[in-house]
């Protein structure tokens, strides 16, 4: 505080964004070569949420990663209902995501999968989860 008492008021406060840099996996060899940047660090980071069982990891967070396995054996209604609801809420844990919608869900033979779009800071992506049921 100034010798007054007053509070001080900050003015030309600028926001700064780091970048969100990061290694890139390499899925298809397991290898982790460069890195990535903006969306293409946003749309492995949802990779890593969606395949990352939720509570399994001490590494991790209790809120990071999705609850999938319990759904394996559950009937086809309850799946279809839960799904989407579980994508969301794992993909919402990062704030760069700001919304998951447009679900379109599938079944064949033993499996779910479910094509949706998820709405980021950086612009938007169309991805896929599969589920084993």
């Known amino acids: 505080m100034p010798a007054t008492g007053q509070p001080t ?13 990061t290694y ?16 293409e660090a946003i749309q492995q980071t949802c990779y890593k949420i969606l395949n990352t069982e939720r509570y399994r990891y001490v590494i991790y967070s209790w809120g990071y990663g999705v609850e999938l396995e319990d759904l394996f054996g559950k009937p086809l209604p309850y799946v279809y209902s839960e ?16 919304d998951v919608r447009d679900f379109q869900i599938s079944h ?4 779910v999968t479910a094509v949706f779009t998820v709405v ?3 612009g938007t992506l169309e991805l896929t989860k599969g589920v084993a049921i």
């Open 83 to 98: 799904l989407p609801r579980r994508i969301k809420e794992a993909l919402m844990y990062d704030d760069r995501i700001t």
């Open 108 to 111: 064949k033979k033993g499996s």
């Open 24 to 39: 890139k996996l390499n899925i298809e060899d397991e290898t982790i070569r460069n890195r990535v940047d903006d969306l």
């Open 120 to 122: 980021t800071t950086m």
């Open 9 to 21: 008021i900050l003015r030309d406060i600028k926001e700064v964004r780091y970048p969100n840099l």
